[in-house]
């Protein structure tokens, strides 16, 4: 559960040094093309929805909040399980770890949505699940508000001092808590 989180390539650099006390690059490369190749087989086995994410999706939608998946993982993996789960229609851009440059903590993917939607920092919102979606956020200079549950690299999320803990995404679904920055 630790070695979870920030991204494929890290998980598999870290297998790596844990078995071998070394990584060599074109071991690691062969590692993550199989990963990869694996993973994307079966995106969703045992993947489930969180309770209240849908309900907060729909609220946004309804409200008319534009919503970009900014993840870590490879994008076309990231687009294959919002598409398993029904999911891809909530979501005007989807960002993966390879999609550019950078990748979170690396304040780039946000700062590339608000770019692409015209937005202001003060009109955006991160939600997140782990210390890397709270630094992004914070170097993108933009609010940021994590769950609680989450993998997090083995972490409590609180360590990494958010401005906000929720338990449910159903806890923004309040015309006074979500405002037309998400």
Known sequence: RAWVGK???????????????????????????????????????????????????QYC??????????????????????DVLGLSAYFKMVIGGDSLAERKPHPLPLLHCMQQQNALASETLMIGDSSNDVEA?????????????GYNHGESIYDCQPQQVIDSLVELVDEDQVRRRA
């Open 137 to 149: 956020a914070r170097r993108a200079g933009i609010d940021c508000i994590v769950v609680s549950y």
């Open 7 to 57: 991204g494929a390539a890290k998980l598999c650099e870290t297998v790596l040094d844990h078995l071998f006390g070394d990584v060599h690059p074109e071991q690691l490369n062969h590692l993550l093309d199989t990963f990869v190749e694996i993973y994307a087989q079966e995106l969703c086995v045992d993947t489930k929805v969180y309770a209240g994410v849908l309900e907060f999706l």
């Open 61 to 82: 939608q309804t409200h008319q909040i534009t919503m970009a998946c900014v993840t870590n993982k490879p994008e076309h993996l990231a687009r294959g399980i919002l």
